[in-house]
């Protein structure tokens, strides 16, 4: 089964750099884009970052832009967000996402906690 395990979440102060790291297993990794998501309690899901299958198109959303970067190793099955120049408006639970098999899977979400 279709399996999505984040890591590398925790507590920065503002302005440093964490970088998260999903493992995927259980479906065909490199021919799955993949996603990055954040939520904070009270507010919907959003999308963070998306990488294609390939690892050669990336999009970002505008609050993230410059300072994150999505990236894939397809020898590894597993995809990163390098997150820098964090401010505490990036604190949420991140997840790891991919749409495969006609449904959306999940990880268990990993924390990130700016301080200011």
């Known amino acids: 089964q279709v399996q999505l395990v984040e890591s590398g979440g925790g507590l920065v102060q503002f302005g440093g750099s964490l970088r998260l790291s999903c493992a995927a297993s259980?479906?065909?990794?490199?021919?799955?884009?993949m996603r990055w998501y954040r939520q904070t309690p009270g507010k919907e899901r959003e999308l963070v970052a998306t990488?294609?299958?390939?690892?050669?198109?990336?999009n970002y959303a505008d609050s993230v832009k410059g300072r994150f970067t999505i990236s894939r190793d397809n020898a590894k099955n597993t995809v990163s967000l390098q997150m820098n120049s964090l401010k505490p408006e990036d604190t949420a639970v991140y997840y790891c996402?991919?749409?495969?098999?006609?449904?959306?899977?999940w990880g268990k979400g990993t924390l990130v906690t700016v301080s200011s």
């Open positions: 990488i294609s299958s390939t690892g050669g198109n990336t």
């Open positions: 996402n991919v749409f495969t098999a006609w449904r959306d899977y």
């Open positions: 259980g479906f065909t990794f490199s021919r799955n884009a």
